[in-house]
């Protein structure tokens, strides 16, 4: 049983939708991610937040809204997306954020479609 | 800047064949962590192993093992007897100031 737990696993959405995302971790980490991962690119990150701060922002486009209300708990929110959005998106977290030795743990994914 | 190359896409091997992924890197960082993650086609990138910069003994978990080598700046990932349970999409990840991700390797096992 995976630490980080996402829904929903799978999402269609409209382009004039407006959905979220949902992300819990229950390992006590003071730090979440959200990554981005589509076909035949790397994994993007796209937000990370520290005791519910956000501390990055990679220039994600803002249709794209995260929400972090506290250490347990990350949402993305989604609104007036393209059908290039259309991806896995991941949700992780780690003990903290700076740290370079501390393991980042992945949820299994939100796999997202933009019609 | 850093960078993680996984120069194999895609490798298909037969059960029981044993299987060698190869990850190489680059970093100013003195101090950095290499990481593998496997990806089942569930999606969840579930963590595999971690190791700091300083720490260059291999390492052996059942029929894994790990091959860091610093003076080729490789960390190379071997499946011993593999398994079609192995099948899936294997990351490389380096972390300094940031954690940056090789492309994956597509793993296939076929029986």
């Known amino acids: 049983e995976t630490g980080v737990t996402q829904t929903p696993r799978h999402l269609v959405m409209g382009m004039t939708n407006k959905k979220s995302l949902k992300c819990e971790q229950h390992?006590?980490?003071?730090?979440m991610y959200w990554y981005k991962q589509s076909a035949k690119k790397p994994l993007e990150l796209m937000f990370v937040?520290?005791?519910?701060?956000?501390?990055e922002n990679n220039s994600v486009p803002s249709r794209f809204s995260p929400e972090c209300p506290n250490s347990s708990h990350l949402f993305l929110h989604l609104h007036t997306l393209q059908p290039e959005d259309s991806a896995l998106y991941l949700c992780?977290?780690?003990?903290?954020?700076?740290?370079?030795?501390?393991?980042?743990?992945f949820g299994e994914g939100s796999w997202l479609t933009v019609v | 800047a850093q960078k993680v190359t996984q120069a194999q896409t895609e490798i298909s091997v037969v059960e029981k064949e044993d299987v060698t992924l190869d990850c190489v890197y680059e970093t100013r960082d003195t101090t950095y962590y290499l990481f593998w993650y496997k990806q089942p086609p569930s999606g969840e990138l579930v963590f595999l192993i971690r190791?700091?910069?300083?720490?260059?003994q291999n390492e052996i978990s059942g029929r894994y093992s790990w091959n860091f080598q610093k003076s080729t700046s490789s960390f190379n990932f071997t499946i011993t007897a593999s398994q079609v349970v192995d099948s899936a999409v294997y990351f490389c990840a380096l972390r300094g100031n940031m954690l940056t991700f090789g492309g994956g390797t597509r793993l296939m096992v076929k029986p």
């Open positions: 390992l006590g980490h003071n730090a």
């Open positions: 992780a977290s780690s003990q903290d954020a700076g740290s370079a030795g501390n393991t980042i743990y």
């Open positions: 190791r700091n910069s300083f720490d260059e």
């Open positions: 937040y520290s005791l519910e701060e956000r501390v």
